[in-house]
């Protein structure tokens, strides 16, 4: 509610979001023999909110900075 998905995209990315954090609640309150796979589903929230917020990796920038260059001039 403190937010507007302004894409669908957007709202795709945050109803996946809650409802994997959804399920990994439910995992968690089933006890210590389900972590593992409470544990991957905050994976697949966490894979979901990046596809919303984009991941920057370094070799994205360094390629970035360098397309801007004309080498061999």
Known sequence: ???????????IAISRTVSDLSTARAVLAQGPVMYDIAAEELR???R???AL???VDVENVL???FSSFC???
């Open 63 to 65: 390629d970035e900075i």
């Open 53 to 55: 917020v984009g991941r």
């Open 48 to 50: 979901a909110l990046e």
């Open 44 to 46: 697949t929230a966490i």
């Open 1 to 11: 509610g403190a937010g507007l998905a302004t894409h669908e995209r957007h709202r």
């Open 71 to 73: 080498l061999g001039k």
